[in-house]
């Protein structure tokens, strides 16, 4: 039985008053709220644990690695890795791909290409830029329909032998859109052999993930979008790829022997963690995944659809209201505009007053924005504990802003 009550009271901060009314947190997709369980794994860490890793033979060394390797294997099943080794902790998402590109370097040479779609975060388009100025190679993106939709025959003509990374996020953060991975995995190990990049970002939060049935390279997402702690994130990658690609920072931990001769490296997953890790933080996360598998991705996804669908409909209700990607196929976001108000951060401050947290503006995906030939929008974004009554209050507040800037 979901019980949405028993839910919310494992989060002290829903509790909390915004300007003089209770806080209605619908910003889910910048970053999530921590229940109390996650946010006492990480205080126990820091009152009774506290050391570095992997590098002492003392008691709270020993105990703090063992904690952090549990929740290693803990994400590990999360997402279907095959192995531990090939789960590693980095700071988020944006870390995550800036590390991919950099080791894939050498892989690349001019006029190869890299594709990536319409849909991506900034952290999916920069470090590609980056990589095509190191190497030479060029940028394809997948152009989307007025759906928010992605338009695959464009995959279908861009992929070729010069074809070598393909990166896409599963979800989009600004739209909710829901991406066709599957189709576009297959499509590209059909007709190329290029490394498979997913951003899971704003995917992890709400789908049960399995990396081995999707058969991609690499799989990235940020911990504090899914109820752990900020400055925590995976990097998914397959064993035979991370292991025939180079480091990404040198430093400790990283190193099997080190001289100044010659130093070699370690094995996964330490090739790729220098120096300390956020060791609270990574421990916390593995809380974290505690607390989606006890709710279920079932149940989880359940409720999280109602909400999205809800809010769709009453907000359609209000007259010139544009909900953008509104026919996609999407998941925890709803990303609209008020006709003939300009600007989204005027509605978002409104709401802010009346206690509504909602993110207005580009949302990092400002060729999204240019696409529909708009500045911002206004995003709601959906977690667990968010409720019906909620939505009511978010559809009260939109037409309260329309009334005072109309
Ligand atoms: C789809 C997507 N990719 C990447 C990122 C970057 O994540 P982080 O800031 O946690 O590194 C985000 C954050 O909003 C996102 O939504």
Redesign the pocket.
């Known amino acids: 039985m979901f019980d949405i009550q028993e839910i919310r009271s494992q989060f002290s901060i829903l509790n909390r008053e915004v300007n003089g009314k209770p806080l209605v947190y619908l910003d889910n997709?910048?970053t999530s709220q921590k229940p109390n369980s996650v946010l006492e794994v990480w205080n126990q860490y820091y009152t009774e644990l506290n050391a570095n890793v992997h590098r002492g033979i003392h008691t709270l060394s020993q105990l703090a690695t063992e904690e952090m390797e549990l929740s290693r294997r803990k994400i590990q099943n999360f997402i279907n890795a095959k192995h531990d080794f090939e789960v590693i902790f980095t700071?988020?998402?944006?870390?995550g791909?800036n590390l991919v590109s950099y080791i894939l370097t050498q892989k690349l040479k001019k006029d190869d290409e890299i594709i990536i779609s319409y849909l991506?975060?900034h952290?999916?388009i920069v470090p590609w830029q980056m990589l095509c100025e190191r190497t030479g190679a060029k940028l394809r993106v997948i152009p989307i329909d007025e759906n928010g939709v992605l338009q695959l025959d464009y995959l279908d003509q861009f992929l070729s032998e010069k074809t070598k990374v393909v990166s896409v996020?599963q979800?989009?953060?600004a739209l909710g859109v829901v991406n066709p991975i599957e189709e576009i995995i297959a499509k590209t190990r059909a007709n190329s052999d290029a490394y498979i990049v997913i951003?899971g970002?704003?995917s992890a939060p709400h789908f049960k993930i399995d990396v081995q049935a999707l058969d991609c390279d690499f799989f990235v997402f940020?911990g504090?979008?899914m109820y752990a702690p900020m400055g925590t994130?995976i990097l998914y990658g397959k064993q035979e790829v991370l292991e025939s690609l180079p480091p990404f920072h040198g430093g400790g931990e990283m190193i099997a022997v080190c001289s100044f001769d010659k130093t070699t490296y370690a094995g996964l997953p330490f090739k790729y963690e220098a120096g300390t890790p956020n060791v609270g933080g990574n421990i916390a996360l593995g809380a974290a995944v505690d607390f989606i598998s006890k709710i279920g991705h079932s149940t989880l996804q359940n409720h999280e659809n109602a909400l999205l669908a809800y809010a769709q409909s009453k907000l359609l209700e209000i007259e010139r209201l544009k909900v953008y990607a509104e026919k996609a196929n999407r998941t925890g976001v709803v990303s609209f505009n008020l006709k003939g108000i300009g600007i989204s951060s005027d509605v978002g401050m409104i709401l802010d007053k009346m206690g509504i947290a909602v993110r207005t503006g580009h949302?990092?995906t400002q060729p999204i924005m240019d696409f529909f030939n708009i500045a911002g929008t206004v995003r709601a974004s959906f977690a667990v504990y968010n409720t019906f009554e909620e939505i009511d209050l978010l559809v009260e507040g939109v037409k309260k802003a329309q009334r005072m800037l109309s």
Do not use: F, L, R
């Open positions: 997709a910048a700071k988020g998402t944006t870390e791909i991506e975060h952290s999916n996020n979800v989009s953060n951003d970002a704003q940020s504090h979008k994130g949302h990092c």
